[in-house]
């Protein structure tokens, strides 16, 4: 059976859900080889989750080369693989990491691109919801080996394990690739919760939240329910919670199972990066909101008074 | 420094955009266009990184002849001059004839650094900053929220965006830098900005004055296609209550009835 290249996605080795999200769906396109690109000593906390989504082969590079610069020995090492494997397809997630080195492939491999795909058959005609989700296409490679970028929760993730051959790529970065080297990474914000477009619940705020420290409010709500905390672009370029938390058209996209929007009044670039969510749910006290035109459930009151009582109850309902 | 800053014309953000029903290309002649809101941080960018260390912004773009509105902002709000990429083969191109012919472009320009957005509002890929990269021959600094350039070293440096914080990359100059939003305050143009664009030099050139193959760009020549497009099920609105006291318990139901908790 002909390969399909999957670019695990990862940090510092450990799998994002997403990569096994990709590995299910190249199981229905072909034989799934994950690409393991990280620094020294990474692989060893993928190699189980790799297995245990049906991996067939693994190509493996672990190497400062790639860790240290930004995606263009990653892009050299796909690239090759490319020409090496001649695979049905690559596929890669929908991060900003991953779709660079995706682009960088295409190009160097001559070959089509397509990005935020939420389905891709077994032909590869792939599904794309563009306009913020507003108008549903479907397309196709039509030269070289289709690359594609498959957004996160667009599959159900399915185990089945394997025991994936190891295969270590011989390869020596060029130079030109190391142009951009990462001389010191800074941590800001370790929140501990799921990332904003992997997690199943989503809980954001927005300006009827009227100050940083109530973001309080709608953190707690998100721990209840083990979500990640969004936020409107109102809230953000307030300073009241960090940019990289930010939904919408500037913003991350996000397609989670619950999607709870508190004090945000649902603008279409809002909307542009969350109305693909399976539910939605508002909170706002304004009853002409717009964002009550596609939730599935809306409450109309203070959001100081609805969420805490929110948590509460769903606090209780674990308990009970 | 020789800085070339890219930008795109899209529709406005707040219309409804569609695709146009004959060749599924954006409809760009329905609805209000305007400049790709992340490259007036793209722009402003380059003319911060021109007040502090001097030289000039060239402004490029590709699109049709109606994108010239969209150079003349950049123009007003500081930038010195601009080449307008424009000719009917080149409607339909996807993003890597676009790249090469971008590229193409830019290399004569000879830029010591080149700025893209990180993404544009209309097709959000996202990937053209990369793509620069990779045909330009050039270090990709893309994701920056902020900028540091030393000419004298001959040397930039930027705060590349990631999850829990960032990455500080650094790369020998010349090379391609795409901004994220929070990186700056895009100024207005002034009266006198408006009315001095009027007199900037703007080159037009068409496929074949770039050199392009004419084999290599547009619709037949992409490397995907769109095979249908249809609107998405409009979103039912659902049950919208009215808070009494117990809107937090209801919400909790709700969840509870849905098997979400
Ligand atoms: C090019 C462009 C790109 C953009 N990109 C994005 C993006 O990526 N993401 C994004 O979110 N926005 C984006 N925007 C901004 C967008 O247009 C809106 O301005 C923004 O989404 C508004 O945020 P908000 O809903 O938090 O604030 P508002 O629109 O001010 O809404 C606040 C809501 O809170 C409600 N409220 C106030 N107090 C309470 C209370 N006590 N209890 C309950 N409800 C209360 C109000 O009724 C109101 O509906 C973009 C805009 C442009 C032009
Ligand atoms: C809804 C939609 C989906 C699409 N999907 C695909 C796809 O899956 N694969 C594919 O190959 N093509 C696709 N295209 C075509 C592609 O968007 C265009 O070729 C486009 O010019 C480049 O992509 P982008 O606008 O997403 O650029 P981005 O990478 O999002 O743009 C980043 C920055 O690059 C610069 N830039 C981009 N385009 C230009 C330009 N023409 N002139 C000057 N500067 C520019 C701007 O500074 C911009 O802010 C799609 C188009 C649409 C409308």
Redesign the pocket.
């Known amino acids: 059976m002909a390969e399909v290249l999957v670019l695990v996605e990862h940090t510092d080795g450990e799998p994002k859900k997403v990569t096994a999200e990709l590995l299910t769906l190249a199981r229905t396109l072909g034989e799934p080889s994950a690409v393991f690109l990280g620094g020294p000593g990474t692989y060893a906390k993928a190699k189980d989750y790799l297995a245990q989504y049906g991996a067939a082969k693994v190509y493996l590079v672990e190497s400062e080369d790639i860790a240290d610069h930004v995606a263009a020995p990653a892009a050299e090492v796909l690239s090759k693989l490319v020409a090496d494997t001649s695979p049905v397809a690559v596929l890669a997630a929908a991060t900003p990491d991953s779709r660079e080195i995706a682009a960088r492939t295409a190009a160097r491999t001559d070959s089509g691109l397509i990005w935020d795909a939420t389905a891709l058959t077994a032909d590869l005609t792939a599904t794309q919801g563009i306009f913020g989700g507003s108008t549903i296409v479907s397309s196709k490679v039509t030269k070289g080996t289709p690359v594609v970028v498959v957004r996160p929760n667009s599959t159900a993730p399915e185990a089945a394990p394997s025991t994936p051959a190891e295969t270590p790529v011989d390869i020596t970065i060029s130079d030109a690739a190391k142009g951009a080297k990462i001389v010191d990474r800074v941590v800001e914000a370790k929140s501990g919760r799921p990332d904003l477009t992997e997690a199943q619940v989503v809980v ?7 100050a940083a420290e109530h973001f309080a409010l709608v953190e707690k709500l998100a721990d209840t329910l083990g979500a990640a905390v969004g ?6 370029d307030a300073g009241w919670y960090p940019h990289q938390n ?6 991350k996209t996000v397609s989670p199972q619950l999607y709870i ?10 909307r ?2 969350m109305q693909t969510s399976k539910n939605i749910v508002a ?4 009853p002409e ?3 009550f035109e596609f939730a599935d459930y809306g409450i109309v ?4 008074n ?1 969420v805490p009582q929110l948590t509460d109850e769903i606090q209780k309902h674990k308990a009970g | 420094m020789n800085i070339v800053v890219t930008v795109k014309q899209v529709p406005d ?2 219309a409804e955009k569609k695709l146009d029903a004959s060749d599924k290309t954006v409809d760009r002649k329905s609805v209000d266009n305007v400049m790709n ?2 490259d007036e941080y793209g722009v402003e960018e380059a003319l911060k990184i021109k007040e502090a260390h001097g030289g000039e912004v060239t402004v490029v773009t590709m699109g049709p002849d109606k994108a010239v509105e969209t150079i003349r902002k950049a123009l007003s709000m500081g930038a010195d001059k601009a080449v307008h990429l424009s000719d009917e083969s080149l409607h339909g191109s996807d993003a890597l004839s676009t790249s090469a012919a971008l590229a193409k472009v830019i290399s004569t320009l000879s830029p010591d650094i080149v700025i893209t957005s990180s993404e544009a ?1 209309d097709a959000r890929g996202g990937v053209m900053g990369a793509l620069l990269a990779e045909r330009l021959g050039l270090p990709q600094l893309t994701q920056a929220r902020k900028v540091t350039v030393d000419p004298g070293a001959g040397k930039v440096s930027v705060e590349r965006l990631a999850d829990n914080g960032y990455a500080l990359v650094e790369a020998s100059l010349p090379a391609v830098v795409g901004v994220v ?1 929070k990186i700056n305050q895009p100024r207005y143009p002034s009266f006198k900005g408006i009315m001095a664009a009027k007199k900037k030099p703007l080159t037009k050139l068409s496929a074949a004055d770039a050199g392009l193959d004419a084999g290599s760009v547009g619709l037949p020549a992409a490397a995907s296609t769109v095979l249908e497009a249809q609107p998405a099920p409009p979103r039912q609105s659902g049950t919208i209550v009215k808070d009494e006291g117990d809107g937090g318990a209801k919400v909790a139901s709700y969840l509870a009835a849905q098997k979400l908790i």
């Open positions: 954001s705020g927005g300006r009827g939240l009227g936020a409107s672009r109102a809230a953000t930010q939904v919408g058209q500037t913003g929007a508190v004090g945000i009044s649902g603008a279409i670039q809002h542009a990066g909170v706002n006290k304004d909101a717009p964002i009151g203070d959001l100081f609805v | 953000t707040w809101e992340m509002s939003e």
